[in-house]
């Protein structure tokens, strides 16, 4: 079963659910997951996030950019 991707669900996705999902291409995969990096950073900046949510989020996005750069 494929994800439809659009701007409503694409807010949704996780970094697993994007490295994983089959029609995006590699490019593509690596920009979402960049941009959700650069989001939680600017959170972060801002002093918005949960210290502890942001490590467990930032670990989750490392993991999934790694699974897409071996791919």
Known sequence: MSLKIDSK?????TPEEIS?????????KLK???DM?????RQTGRGTA???QVEARMASINKAMSR???R
């Open 9 to 13: 669900l694409e807010t949704e996705l």
């Open 20 to 28: 994983d999902h089959e029609s995006l291409s590699k490019q593509e």
């Open 32 to 34: 979402r997951i960049s």
């Open 37 to 41: 990096k650069f989001e939680l950073e």
């Open 50 to 52: 949960d210290l502890d």
């Open 68 to 70: 897409v750069k071996n």
